[in-house]
């Protein structure tokens, strides 16, 4: 297999972490989706990244659709529940945390595509969200210290926060969600995927 990513992508991210902390054997290789480049252009047509390759030939694309397809392999640890009710409430977390990460990278994208795009008023609602999911897993957190799929999301949030925002102190008012932070940024997957420009 073959996960074509983004360095600095917090979509590419997830499914890597996931590829290590399940340790698939699986190759990484960067892709640049706003250079037209042709691995990407063939096999997704939103030219959008993580694309994963499969052994087989498919190209799956979307990150939620590639970690399942990765859970679906079957390798522990097992970072999705198996229980019906409990799988859609982790996926309702999921979408949470990728909710509030589409929001700051939309501020971030355009100021780079289009600036006059950001308006005060467009960035304020959008980072009204950010801040509401923080609070959210602030009082949410997982029970345990093990990093669980939705957990992974919201890692890749807040490492985006981190290096995307870094004056956006998000830490001194979530104290509960910066300790498990500083636990999860030290899982040696988390290290080998820290963003790079």
């Known amino acids: 297999m073959k996960l074509l ?9 997830k499914a890597h972490i996931v590829i290590l902390e399940k340790q698939i054997a699986c190759s990484i290789e960067a892709a640049v989706p706003w250079d037209n480049d042709p691995i990407v252009m063939q096999n ?4 959008k990244i993580p694309i994963l390759l499969t052994d ?7 990150s939620r659709v590639i970690c399942e397809y990765l859970e679906g392999l079957g390798t522990a640890p097992q970072l999705l529940p198996n229980d019906p009710e409990a799988r859609i409430a982790t996926q309702t977390r999921i979408a949470i945390a990728e909710g509030a990460m589409d929001g700051a990278l939309a501020i971030i994208m355009s100021g780079r595509v289009s600036p006059d795009m950001a308006t005060d008023a467009w960035k304020t609602w959008l980072m009204d969200k950010v801040a509401a999911t923080l609070t959210y ?3 949410n957190l997982s029970a345990t210290e093990m990093p669980d799929m ?31 932070w500083q636990v999860w940024s030290q899982r040696p997957s988390f290290i080998q995927t820290v963003p790079k420009t």
Request: hydrophobic share 35%.
């Open 5 to 13: 990513i983004s360095p600095t992508s917090p979509y590419a991210r």
């Open 44 to 47: 997704n047509p939103l030219r």
């Open 56 to 62: 087989s030939g498919n190209a799956i694309v979307d």
């Open 137 to 139: 897993f602030e009082n």
């Open 150 to 180: 939705a957990d992974i999301t919201l890692g890749c949030l807040l490492g985006t926060l981190d290096f995307r925002m870094p004056a956006y102190d998000w830490k001194s008012s979530h104290p509960q969600l910066s300790a498990r």
